[in-house]
């Protein structure tokens, strides 16, 4: 599975760039996620068309609503196919906040939060009221990712700070009292791949994607079913593996 996480596609030419990206993936039959990111929306494809670039292809997994991506959540079955082992969550941050006197990031709303949970309290029930050990994917970070290397655990790099929304709408709170969600992912700060934690959830970015580092990459996510957590590496172009 791969997680595109957003400010990938931008600017103009952003059809051709859309196919450039994904028709490799429908060639190797490799399932994608595409979370769009604020510069995606600065582009020149209203949503809607950009909605409809991605699903179009045979190997998304995003679903449409109101002419948008929907959050998702992708169920991953044991090996015997009988159950459900892991879920990833694949989340709209949104772009911009829409409060008058916050002129910063969006955040997720308090309508995906009650979706989120009630996805996660029916897994729950359908594991023998066990949490499903789950992993979420948005663009922008929460706020608490400005927190996460307080504690004095942060590997990688953080080069231009977190630029997360100003208002917290509780998305860590409702991840914690749910009890599944073992690793947050994003994107969006163009210089930072680090990984901290903060309380059970661990707060990851993927890989640098601006100038500030020469070598790009991709952050590999390993699941073991079986397993509480993950293993997490970054691979540059090069082959090279770091962060392990």
């Not at 957003?6 to 952003?14: E, K, L």
């Not at 509480?228 to 590496?233: A, M, N, Q």
Request: hydrophobic share 35%; aromatic share 10%.
């Amino acid at each position: 599975l791969v997680v595109l996480s957003g400010d990938i596609v931008t600017g103009n030419g952003m059809k051709q760039c859309f196919e450039h990206l994904l028709t490799p993936l429908d060639e190797k039959k490799v399932p994608f996620l595409y979370l769009m990111g604020n510069h995606e929306r600065e582009g020149e494809l209203p949503c809607w068309e950009m909605a409809k670039a991605v699903t179009s292809h045979p190997a998304s997994l995003n679903t449409l609503h109101n002419g948008n991506l929907d959050d998702v959540a992708v169920r991953i079955l044991s090996a015997d196919g009988k159950r459900i082992s892991a879920v990833v969550y694949g989340m709209d941050s949104n772009d911009y906040s829409t409060v008058p006197d916050h002129w910063d990031y969006g955040w997720i709303t308090h309508t995906q939060i009650d979706w989120y949970r009630n996805k996660s309290q029916a897994f729950t029930r359908g594991n023998g009221n066990l949490p499903v050990p789950s992993y979420t994917f948005l663009h922008i970070p929460l706020t608490e990712y400005a927190e996460a290397d307080k504690d004095g655990y942060l590997i990688g790099l953080n080069n231009e700070g977190v630029f997360s929304p100003e208002l917290n709408s509780g998305m860590l709170a409702a991840m914690e009292e749910c009890a599944d969600v073992h690793g947050v992912f994003c994107g969006h700060d163009h210089s930072n791949d680090f990984v901290s934690k903060l309380g059970a959830v661990a707060h990851v970015y993927g890989r640098c994607s601006g100038d500030g580092h020469p070598n790009r990459g991709a952050r590999i996510i390993e699941l073991t079913e079986g397993d509480y957590g993950f293993r997490t590496w970054i691979r540059e172009h090069s082959g090279a593996m770091v962060q392990d």
